[in-house]
């Protein structure tokens, strides 16, 4: 079974500081893709990064910044110097390339609040 | 291009009436998908096609819920008859699967009283 797990519900810092959402995630296929989403209250879906399961450098894009390690099932995601734009619910997904090719599995997401 | 184009953004309408859902996906992908976002459940997969072909319907909820695509730019999604715990957010989303990402609609606001 797939699963992904973010583990934060809700998560409230205070402008310019930095944050982690945490993302696990489970799949017994060996090629995989991992996402990113926001949400911001507008209530669209905004891809923010991809990244597949034979590649494990970081990524940067500048304030974001992913970590991702197979070791773990861990694909977390950094805002340096956060702003109040940021604030959104952030999606965490799994698509894996076997049996159930082209489905994203999202985790329940992460409320990101940044106060001025 | 456009994105992924959803109609309507919001519907309101009374419980046993027929909603249709409609999606025009992004241009030259081959795979769509409908979801859906509640509050309780999060984001959770209904059904997806590949080359107009439904290829997973395992999420569709009950036999009230019907999905279509009749060709590579249209799909539908209906619900007849439609019940107060059908109201959600309907996204569509579109993809190549080795594209960069997965597009997906505005959505569409479905309130059913």
């Known amino acids: 079974a797939q699963k992904v797990t973010q583990a934060q519900t809700e998560i409230s810092v205070v402008e310019k500081e930095d944050v982690t959402l945490d993302c696990v995630y489970e799949t017994r296929d060996t090629t995989y893709y991992l996402f990113w989403y926001k949400q911001p209250p507008s209530g669209e879906l905004v891809f923010l990064i991809r990244r597949n399961s034979f590649d494990e450098q970081n990524e940067i894009s500048g304030r974001y910044s992913w970590n991702f390690q197979k070791s773990t099932s861990s694909f977390n995601f950094t805002i340096t110097a956060s702003q109040v734009v940021d604030s959104a619910v952030y999606f965490c997904a799994l698509s894996a390339y076997g049996g159930s090719q082209g489905n994203l599995i999202f985790g329940k997401g992460t409320k990101l609040s940044v106060k001025p | 291009d456009a994105g992924v184009i959803q109609s309507p953004r919001h519907e309101v309408t009374e419980m046993g009436q027929e909603v249709t859902l409609r999606c025009k996906p992004i241009?030259?992908?081959?795979?769509l998908f409908w979801y859906r976002q509640t509050m309780m459940r999060g984001l959770e997969l209904l059904i997806y096609?590949?080359?107009?072909?439904?290829?997973?319907d395992s999420g569709m909820p009950e036999d009230r819920f019907s999905a279509k695509m009749p060709n590579a730019s249209f799909s539908t999604l209906k619900i007849q008859p439609s019940e107060p715990r059908d109201s959600a957010v309907y996204f569509c989303?579109?993809?190549?699967?080795?594209?960069?990402?997965?597009?997906f609609g505005s959505g569409t606001r479905l309130t059913v009283v």
């Open positions: 989303a579109s993809s190549l699967v080795h594209s960069y990402g997965y597009t």
């Open positions: 241009s030259g992908h081959d795979y």
């Open positions: 096609f590949n080359n107009n072909v439904p290829i997973d």
